[in-house]
């Protein structure tokens, strides 16, 4: 019998996991359907619930439901319960099991898609919010030199650094206390590209020789941040749809038993109009 598996979000039409895990399915030979459902600001729960009575064996959870999906789930990934926000849902008999599989994500892009070893490396992530708290411990775990956390209201990214401290060498402050530092890899998980404004405000030098610029934002055109990387000395630019694919083959992984094989994925997508939107 055919899987059924969803991803839910407010708004999520946009949303590319559909035509992801349709290519998974199909390179793997696993008998899924994979479809988008909206759900009401209000109703996320009843959703989830819904769709779980028909038949659904999980679902993929996008803005704005991730703090949601974390208080619903009744089973948490180490990952999951570090980040507080939960991006996939898998139900089994009793349980709901919550995950979170951004950073993770991004984590393989930046390593195994683009052969950027993190052990040992410089590295500034920007932004405070669930984007940046889902990276954090992954991006610990490969036991950088140092993990910065830089954000426009400087306590948030302190209570961040805090928190995860136990977890690796890890600092924060305001992009003003960024003058006179270079880093090996700068990474975006602001909105700030989402919104189509301008980048934080980095130091004109804040890329180290050969360094790389990571936006977890995608599209057909350059961020706002790539724009600036490129203008300021990164060596390298990268945005999010790597991330997206490879979130999407954890999850595609915890579900089925499978990893498939992401850089066909990735190279589809680059030749589509993808539109412009953060990581899923």
């Not at 459902?37 to 439901?65: E, H, Q, S, Y």
């Not at 990934?77 to 898998?90: C, I, K, P």
Request: glycine fraction near 10%; charged fraction near 20%.
């Amino acid at each position: 019998m055919t899987d059924h598996y969803a991803v839910v979000g407010n708004p999520v039409a946009h949303s590319l996991s559909p035509a992801i895990h349709a290519e998974f399915a199909r390179q793997t030979g696993q008998d899924l359907d994979y479809i988008t459902l909206l759900a009401p600001l209000d109703g996320f729960a009843a959703c989830v619930a819904d769709f779980r009575a028909r038949g659904g064996k999980g679902v993929n959870v996008t803005l704005p439901f991730k703090l949601e999906a974390y208080r619903l789930a009744t089973r948490l990934s180490v990952r999951a319960e570090q980040a507080q926000a939960v991006n996939m849902l898998g139900f089994d008999a009793g349980a709901i099991f919550g995950d979170n599989t951004d950073g993770a994500g991004l984590v393989r892009d930046i390593e195994t898609n683009l052969g950027f070893a993190l052990a040992g490396r410089q590295v500034l992530l920007m932004g405070a919010g669930g984007a940046a708290r889902g990276a954090v411990l992954p991006l610990l775990e490969k036991r950088p030199a140092t993990l910065v956390i830089a954000n426009r209201t400087p306590d948030k990214a302190h209570a961040l650094a805090l928190y995860f401290a136990r977890r690796g060498k890890c600092a924060a402050c305001g992009y003003a206390e960024l003058a006179g530092r270079r880093f090996d890899l700068v990474i975006n998980a602001t909105s700030a590209s989402v919104r189509g404004g301008p980048p934080p405000p980095l130091p004109d030098d804040i890329f180290a020789p050969g360094a790389l610029a990571y936006d977890m934002m995608y599209g057909k055109a350059l961020t706002s941040f790539l724009r600036f990387a490129q203008a300021h000395g990164a060596a390298r630019i990268a945005d999010g749809i790597g991330m997206l694919v490879e979130q999407a083959a954890e999850s595609f992984f915890i579900w089925r038993g499978v990893r498939p094989e992401t850089a066909p994925v990735i190279a589809m997508l680059k030749t589509q109009d993808r539109g412009s939107r953060i990581e899923d």
